[in-house]
């Protein structure tokens, strides 16, 4: 069972580019997270999606940023008109259904590092 | 408000036990993890607690107290490979966890 996968694993941008980052939840899970870290910083709750619906969007950045869980195919995370503050790791990460009121362990993608020049 | 506070950083001898505490704030919650993450990779799950006390695992223990909004991640016979940061994060009820900025441990010989 093929973990929680993010593609591309680096990704250089210049400033006013269009960022797309990819996450593949393992297989089975229907809930999607995307964090924002800082060097040597915590992790960031950005949003968190199920299958065709956002359900908590509330860190996300107002502008620029938009993400989406469609039927088919991977979360995407979409950063418009990138700045130079928008470098840091994004992590996806992914959790079985059911967990609701329980337990919700969160198992984690090995991140897209960007870099906005 | 949501908050948790844990040291920023620590250090620790090959051999010996280190204790990393973690306080928090929360108007929810439903659980708290602990999570490692070497430089560079993916946090990785090390232990959940969602009732009062302690949890073993191993090496590792995990304790909590929901009255005083504290947790503690317990380490023994460290080794090396132990250096990492360590995360600490509560379900808030829902499907969103908080993280705090994270506990970078210096396991040196």
């Known amino acids: 069972n093929a973990g929680v996968m993010q593609n591309p694993r680096h990704l250089v941008r210049r400033r006013g580019q269009e960022a797309r980052l990819r996450c593949s939840p393992m297989k089975g899970h229907s809930h999607v997270y995307w964090y924002r870290q800082l060097p040597e910083e915590g992790l960031k709750f950005m949003v968190y999606l199920q299958k065709e619906n956002i359900i908590d969007e509330s860190g996300m950045p107002k502008e620029r940023f938009s993400a989406e869980f469609p039927k088919e195919g991977p979360s995407i995370l979409r950063i418009q008109q990138v700045v130079r503050g928008d470098s840091a790791a994004y992590f996806c990460?992914?959790?079985?259904?059911?967990?609701?009121?329980?337990?919700?362990?969160?198992?984690f993608g090995p991140g897209t590092r960007l870099t906005v020049l | 408000g949501q908050n948790i506070d844990q040291p920023t950083e620590m250090t620790a001898t090959e051999g010996a036990i280190v204790q990393i505490n973690c306080t928090y704030q929360t108007s929810g919650f439903n659980g708290l993890f602990w999570y490692q993450q070497h430089a560079g990779e993916a946090p990785t799950f090390l232990s959940y607690n969602v009732l009062d006390g302690l949890e073993e695992k191993g090496r590792f223990s995990s304790f909590l107290s929901r009255s005083k909004g504290y947790s503690y991640l317990l380490l023994k016979e460290l080794q090396m490979k132990d250096s990492a940061s360590y995360l600490c994060?509560?379900?808030?009820?829902?499907?969103?966890?908080?993280f705090g900025a994270g506990t970078r441990l210096f396991v040196k010989a």
């Open positions: 990460a992914s959790s079985p259904p059911g967990t609701s009121g329980r337990r919700n362990e969160q198992f």
């Open positions: 994060a509560h379900n808030t009820g829902g499907f969103k966890t908080i």
